[in-house]
């Protein structure tokens, strides 16, 4: 059987508030990945917004009826996944707007999830 990260993650219950809720909509609407370094990068960019803005959308849709720190790792696990294929400038940005999303739910330590799939 394969290892999951998940499984290491320890859950907590999260406090989800109608501020909470706006902060994470206002972050979808946010300009991303603008400090990714080189020339020609509107792809990248574009590719990473849209995985970040997806998972936005997941969260949004959810996160109300499934206020707990497992539930939100576990909407990050298959974004992560697809992540883990980008060159190493692309996942150490992408994990930045992870964690500024954990900020938002005062999540404090993915418990090794994003080291394991972005480190």
């Known amino acids: ?5 998940l499984a290491k993650v320890i859950d907590e219950s999260l406090i989800v508030s109608k501020k909470t809720v706006e902060k994470l909509s206002a972050f979808k609407t946010d300009d991303k990945f603008c400090e990714l370094p080189g020339e020609n990068i509107f ?3 574009e590719r990473l917004s849209t995985l970040i803005n ?3 959308d997941r969260l949004n849709a ?3 009826n ?4 497992l539930w939100v790792m576990s909407q990050f696990q298959p974004t992560l996944e697809i992540a883990s294929d980008e060159d190493t ?3 150490e940005h992408f994990a930045r ?3 500024a ?19």
């Open 89 to 91: 400038e692309g996942r």
């Open 66 to 69: 499934n206020p707990s720190k």
């Open 101 to 119: 999303i954990m900020d938002i739910f005062e999540i404090e330590s993915s418990d090794g999830l994003l080291g394991f799939y972005l480190g």
């Open 97 to 99: 707007h992870l964690e």
């Open 1 to 5: 059987m394969d290892y999951d990260p």
């Open 54 to 56: 997806s998972l936005i």
């Open 43 to 45: 792809e990248e960019k």
């Open 62 to 64: 959810g996160i109300v």
